[in-house]
C-alpha cells in the first residue's frame, strides 16, 4: 500500500509563541526547582521559528518517515523544546506540570521518549555527530527529509563536534544545518575565558561549511536563514545565531548564575510580566 504524502503542520505566527513557550519554561523550572532557564530562554526564538514556521513535522504523524529531524543537543535547555512541543499540539499542555518530577517522561534532560523529540540527550557534543548520521542516511536513501540541529557554543570545547564538521563537509551533507546558540556564556563563566572559539565564522568555512551570521532574537532574519536552504550545493550549513542568555527576563540576561539558578515565586511572577507586556499571552 503507498504511503500517504506527508504535510506539515500549518505555520503558526511566531512571535507570540515564543512569549508562551518563555512563560512556560520559567513555570516549569521554578515548580521543579530545576536549572537552565538561562539557556531555555536563550533558544526560545529559535525553537519557535522552528516548530512554528520552518521544520516540516506535524504533531498528527510525530514519527512519519518524512518528516525533518530536530535535534537539541544542548539537552539540558529542553524546557524550551518541550513547551514548544506542548503549545504546537505534540504532547498535552498539563503534562508540563510533571516536568523534572519522578516517574514523568519529561526529564531534566531532552528525553526520545517524548513526541516530538527526536533524541535523547544530555552529554554535550553528542547532538552533531548523531545528525550527519541522521542526514547521511537521508542522502543515501534519496530522501529530500532535513536534519536540524541546535548546539551550545560551549559543547565546541568537544572534540567530536570538530570531528562531524569534518565528516559533514566531506560527504557533502547539504540537507543538514546546524544551528550554535552562541550566546557566549557556558557554566560558570564566559565562553572566552572557558574555551576561545573565535574567530568561529572563518574556522567553518575552512571546515567546508556554508557559513551565516544572524540575530538569534530576530524571527524574520532567522526564518529567511532557515528557508533559504540548502546555501550552496554540496556543504553542510551553519547558521551562528548570536543569542542573550536568559533572554527576556531583564534580571536574567546575560548573567552566568541563571546558568544553575531557579526563581523564587516573586521572581517568576516578575519574570512572566516582564515576558508577557502588553499581550499577556505567556
Not at 540541529?149 to 560527504?171: C, I, K, P, R
Not at 540576561?253 to 523564587?264: A, D, I, L
Request: net charge negative.
Amino acid at each position: 500500500m503507498k504511503e500517504a504524502p506527508f504535510v506539515a503542520a500549518e505555520p503558526q505566527d511566531t512571535q507570540p509563541l515564543a512569549r508562551r513557550i518563555r512563560g512556560q519554561a520559567l513555570r516549569m523550572v521554578t515548580r521543579a526547582k530545576a536549572s537552565h532557564i538561562g539557556s531555555a530562554l536563550s533558544i526560545a526564538d529559535i525553537v519557535a521559528v522552528l516548530y512554528g514556521r520552518t521544520l516540516r513535522v506535524h504533531p498528527a504523524a510525530p514519527d512519519h518517515p518524512q518528516r525533518d529531524r530536530f535535534i537539541l543537543s544542548k539537552g539540558h535547555a529542553c524546557v524550551a523544546v518541550y513547551a514548544a512541543l506542548a503549545e504546537t499540539g505534540f504532547i498535552d499542555p498539563a503534562l508540563l506540570d510533571s516536568y523534572g518530577s519522578d516517574g514523568s517522561m519529561l526529564m531534566a534532560h531532552i528525553s526520545h521518549k517524548v513526541p516530538g523529540a527526536e533524541f535523547s540527550t544530555g552529554a554535550l557534543g553528542h547532538g552533531l555527530p548523531f545528525g550527519t548520521g541522521k542526514a547521511l542516511a537521508a542522502k543515501r536513501r534519496g530522501q529530500d527529509w532535513r536534519t536540524i540541529v541546535l548546539t551550545s557554543d560551549g559543547e565546541w570545547g568537544e572534540g567530536s563536534n570538530w570531528e562531524a564538521a569534518l565528516f559533514a563537509a566531506h560527504h557533502g551533507l547539504d540537507n543538514l544545518v546546524c544551528i550554535i546558540d552562541y550566546n557566549k556564556l557556558q557554566s560558570l563563566k564566559t565562553v572566552d575565558e572557558t574555551l576561545r572559539l573565535e574567530p568561529l565564522h572563518s574556522k567553518f568555512e575552512a571546515f567546508g561549511w556554508a557559513v551565516r551570521e544572524v540575530d538569534g532574537h530576530d524571527h524574520g532574519a532567522l526564518v529567511a536563514a532557515l528557508e533559504a536552504a540548502p546555501w550552496e550545493p554540496g556543504r553542510p550549513m551553519m547558521l551562528i545565531a548570536h543569542t542573550i542568555k536568559g533572554k527576556g527576563v531583564s534580571f536574567m540576561e546575560n548573567r552566568v548564575e541563571w546558568h544553575y539558578r531557579n526563581p523564587t515565586p516573586e521572581l517568576l511572577a516578575q519574570a512572566l510580566t516582564e515576558i508577557a507586556g502588553e499581550k499577556g499571552d505567556a
